[in-house]
């Protein structure tokens, strides 16, 4: 008898474990799922609203009222692929900003004293959002960078991209100036 009350035992026992993982993976998956329903292409993304390195506050749906394309880039000054990406954002800036591009470069987990001493070396024109405690990004749950979301005159997701694109300029200049071919100038 207590050789079967033992197995018994053990029997309950991995159940209730496998029962506690079951319900973690659905519990993980539906987050998942709700996640890209949050940053899928067509959807809108949260609202935000985050100081800038000048001290000044952005809300994501005023910049978005304004533009034509929205490009918001997740980085972090310590990482190599954000710091090769920076100067070609700013070269489609200079070259857009008129044509309804807005960039918004969200720094993530850094304070304001870090991405200022960067900035000081590497100054870009367009504004450099502060998400030190970063609830930015896990609210579009940025898990790489750096991380570029593009959104439409009406704040739908374009795309989301993750690692450094080679292609970016390419794809923005596609989403303001539909008839062009190619983009010669990065």
Same mark, same amino acid.
């Given at each position: 008898?207590?050789?079967?009350?033992?197995?018994?035992?053990?029997?309950?026992?991995?159940? !209730?474990?496998?029962?506690?993982?079951?319900?973690?993976?659905?519990?993980?998956?539906?987050?998942?799922?709700?996640?890209?329903?949050?940053?899928?292409?067509? !959807?809108?993304?949260?609202?935000?609203?985050?100081?800038?390195?000048?001290?000044?506050?952005?809300?994501? *749906?005023?910049?978005? !009222?304004?533009?034509?394309?929205?490009?918001?880039?997740?980085?972090?000054?310590?990482?190599?692929?954000?710091?090769?990406?920076?100067?070609?954002?700013?070269?489609?800036?200079?070259?857009?900003?008129?044509?309804?591009?807005?960039?918004? !470069?969200?720094?993530?987990?850094?304070?304001?004293?870090?991405?200022?001493?960067?900035?000081?070396?590497?100054?870009?024109?367009?504004?450099?959002?502060?998400?030190?405690?970063?609830?930015?990004?896990?609210?579009?749950?940025?898990?790489?960078?750096?991380?570029?979301?593009?959104?439409?005159?009406?704040?739908?997701?374009?795309?989301?991209? *993750?690692?450094?694109?080679?292609?970016?300029?390419?794809?923005? *200049?596609?989403?303001?100036?539909?008839?062009?071919?190619?983009?010669?100038?990065?």
């Amino acid at each position: 008898m207590r050789k079967s009350t033992f197995g018994a035992f053990v029997f309950f026992a991995a159940f !209730a474990a496998f029962s506690v993982k079951v319900k973690s993976d659905v519990a993980r998956s539906q987050a998942l799922k709700s996640f890209s329903v949050s940053v899928s292409e067509g !959807a809108k993304p949260a609202d935000f609203h985050l100081p800038s390195s000048d001290g000044a506050i952005y809300r994501l *749906e005023d910049e978005v !009222a304004g533009s034509r394309v929205v490009l918001i880039n997740f980085w972090a000054t310590w990482c190599p692929p954000c710091r090769i990406e920076l100067p070609q954002l700013e070269r489609l800036y200079s070259r857009y900003r008129d044509s309804g591009l807005q960039i918004l !470069a969200v720094d993530v987990g850094e304070d304001e004293e870090t991405v200022r001493d960067f900035l000081r070396r590497r100054p870009v024109s367009f504004p450099v959002l502060l998400d030190s405690e970063r609830h930015v990004a896990a609210k579009y749950h940025v898990e790489a960078f750096p991380t570029t979301i593009l959104l439409d005159a009406e704040g739908n997701v374009i795309e989301v991209i *993750e690692g450094l694109d080679p292609y970016l300029a390419y794809r923005v *200049e596609s989403l303001l100036e539909p008839e062009s071919e190619a983009v010669d100038e990065y």
